[in-house]
């Protein structure tokens, strides 16, 4: 087998994978730094598709503690609050290097101060942009970077599992596979950054690219990581229903549509966010992808089982000038967004859930860093619309700090361990030449059941019949082939390691899901309807006891405010309006 030597492995190049490599190089030149990634570098991933913006504290009349505070309620008090107070302090720092280093340029005031528009559940408007497609912005920058630094680029290469060192003290590094040749190849590395960006892509309808199916998380798992909060899959309110058949099904209408002023309406034409939040459709993304559930299973879904978003109202030449890609998007798929409705569904969108990481992004394996969306704490329950980017630059620029001065260069990397990397090989080599399955009806299971039974709205004995479907989807998988002994871009191979991945993580949801008996931002428990003690909150831990997911919780440490209190100044915080929607 094929091996290679680095001093600092990056796995994926999002806006954590790619930001971890600049700041590592920045901390110390003198690394051999190699960025391997399952697509091609500035094109793959879903820091490429951001839409809305970032988050970040700039204007005089917001502040840090004011985004914290909006995070922390946002997360229904489950977040990891040190981690959460890294984000929005490093938000600032972060925005002004994007600018001013790297290069981006965001929409601007007429008195040329950075334009920050309003995204839901914000108490200020607060979130930068270019347009309506910041990612392409901040990724393009990204990449430039990257590629005039001498970092080692490996492309369309899939990590298969982490490797542990023969004496299990640490990581020795990954074991990949060249999708061009469908050779493996060993990594060996000093430090490595688990940054594949998780993305539920499990369920019937999702926005996360095509590449990313939840490897890293599944990786973690079968090395014997903790995922904290796994359960916590958030649903963008507004995919877009275009109809069976199409890809641009399920892809996500941004949030600053319902931000500035747009209406859901259902089959009747009712306005009908009021009936659930206050807020209407500024509610957070939980709330309105579960009003938007109990509408239709109230009988006024739209044709095609949802309901719609309007603009209109706003004047068709505003909405064209402010949203030109969403309307562009719609007027694609034959709908007018600017002056007529457009059939929506909640569509799965972010996983909050995921590795139990540090402030310095190490991992309870030495030599293991993550950041990114791989990792859970940062955003509890619920994350905000517009920290999600946020999260993935912050966290991948302090992995990439760390990593970069605590890396020393010389002596023997550590030794893999021999079975291990046998093990991880069979795995992923078994089912070439053995008898094909049907792969497609397969997925079709994995949508179904993530939709019907461990999505929106959960309950008991959906959350059961859900975990025995996993699991007898999760055999079959196991005893499918691929046919096609062919190793070379065999697509097919490449779609039975992306289920076998997503099964794996979706009996992890379903596990942590069963066991929370209680109802926070995405998680919705429709037999414990309540949030319990904010106070007493605890997180979920995830592990694998041989094959089963095993769940146990732990308390929340509120370590800089607590249910009830605020950082801002007398203000009370809203720690109980998180639940009032049906
Ligand atoms: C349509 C859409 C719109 C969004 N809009 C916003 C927004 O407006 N504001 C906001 O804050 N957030 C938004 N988000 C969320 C945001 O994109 C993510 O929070 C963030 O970009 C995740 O960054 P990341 O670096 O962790 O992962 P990603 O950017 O997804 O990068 C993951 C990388 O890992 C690679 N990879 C995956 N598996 C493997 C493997 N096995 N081996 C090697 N490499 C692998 C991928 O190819 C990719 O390069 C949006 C998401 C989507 C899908």
Not at 363 to 372: D, F, I, R, S, V
Request: hydrophobic share 40%; net charge negative.
């Amino acid at each position: 087998m094929q091996t290679l030597e680095t001093d600092i492995l990056i796995l994926g190049a999002g806006g954590a994978g790619l930001f971890a490599a600049v700041h590592a190089k920045e901390a110390n030149p003198d690394l051999d730094v190699t960025i391997a990634v399952k697509g091609l570098l500035g094109k793959c991933g879903c820091t490429r598709m951001v839409q809305g913006g970032y988050n970040v504290a700039l204007s005089p009349g917001d502040s840090v503690e004011r985004h914290f505070m909006d995070t922390i309620v946002g997360g229904s008090w489950l977040n990891d609050q040190d981690l959460a107070w890294l984000l929005v302090s490093t938000a600032p720092v972060r925005i002004r290097e994007l600018e001013n280093q790297l290069g981006c340029f965001f929409d601007r005031n007429p008195d040329g101060t950075v334009h920050q528009k309003a995204f839901a559940g914000q108490t200020f408007d607060r979130t930068v942009h270019k347009g309506d497609l910041t990612g392409i912005e901040i990724i393009n920058r990204l990449a430039e970077q990257v590629w005039r630094r001498d970092v080692r680029r490996i492309e369309d290469h899939r990590a298969l599992d982490l490797i542990p060192s023969a004496d299990g003290s640490e990581l020795a590094g990954v074991l990949m596979l060249d999708m061009r040749t469908g050779e493996p190849l060993m990594v060996r590395a000093r430090a490595t950054l688990l940054a594949t960006g998780g993305g539920p892509t499990m369920y019937k309808y999702h926005t996360p690219s095509g590449d990313k199916s939840c490897d890293g998380v599944a990786m973690a798992l079968r090395a014997g990581l903790p995922l904290r909060d796994i359960e916590m899959v958030q649903f963008h309110p507004t995919g877009l229903l275009a109809g069976e058949g199409t890809r641009m099904t399920g892809t996500v209408l941004e949030e600053g549509l319902r931000g500035s002023g747009g209406w859901l309406t259902d089959a009747a034409g009712e306005r009908f966010m009021f009936d659930y939040d206050k807020r209407g459709e500024r509610a957070t993304r939980d709330i309105v992808s579960r009003s938007i559930m109990h509408r239709i299973r109230k009988g006024f879904a739209s044709p095609n089982g949802g309901v719609y978003i309007e603009m209109g109202h706003l004047g068709p030449d505003r909405v064209r000038r402010e949203f030109k890609g969403m309307v562009e998007r719609c007027a694609d798929c034959g709908f007018d967004l600017a002056a007529g409705r457009v059939e929506v569904i909640p569509t799965a969108h972010y996983m909050m859930g995921g590795v139990v990481f540090a402030p310095d992004c190490t991992t309870p394996l030495p030599g293991l860093y993550a950041a990114g969306e791989d990792t859970g704490g940062v955003h509890g329950a619920n994350r905000l619309g517009g920290n999600g980017v946020a999260n993935s630059t912050v966290f991948g620029g302090i992995a990439g700090d760390v990593m970069g001065a605590r890396t020393v260069r010389g002596g023997a990397h550590p030794e893999p361990d021999r079975a291990a990397i046998e093990a991880a090989r069979d795995r992923a080599f078994t089912p070439l030449g053995r008898t094909p399955g049907d792969l497609s009806a397969m997925r079709e299971r994995l949508y179904d059941i993530m939709w019907n039974d461990v999505g929106i709205l959960r309950d008991e004995e959906g959350l059961a019949r859900g975990a025995a479907a996993l699991d007898a989807l999760a055999r079959d998988i196991a005893a499918c082939g691929v046919g096609d002994t062919s190793r070379s871009y065999n697509l097919t191979w490449m779609d039975r390691l992306n289920l076998e991945n997503l099964t794996l993580v979706s009996r992890a949801i379903a596990a942590a899901a069963d066991f929370r008996h209680n109802s926070r931002g995405a998680h919705f428990r429709e037999d414990h309807p309540q949030p319990g003690d904010l106070a007493a909150s605890t997180f979920t831990k995830v592990r694998l006891d041989g094959d089963r997911p095993q769940v146990t919780a732990e308390a929340v440490r509120h370590t800089r405010v607590r249910p009830g209190e605020s950082l801002l100044d007398q203000t009370p915080s809203p720690a109980q309006d998180q639940h009032t929607t049906a």
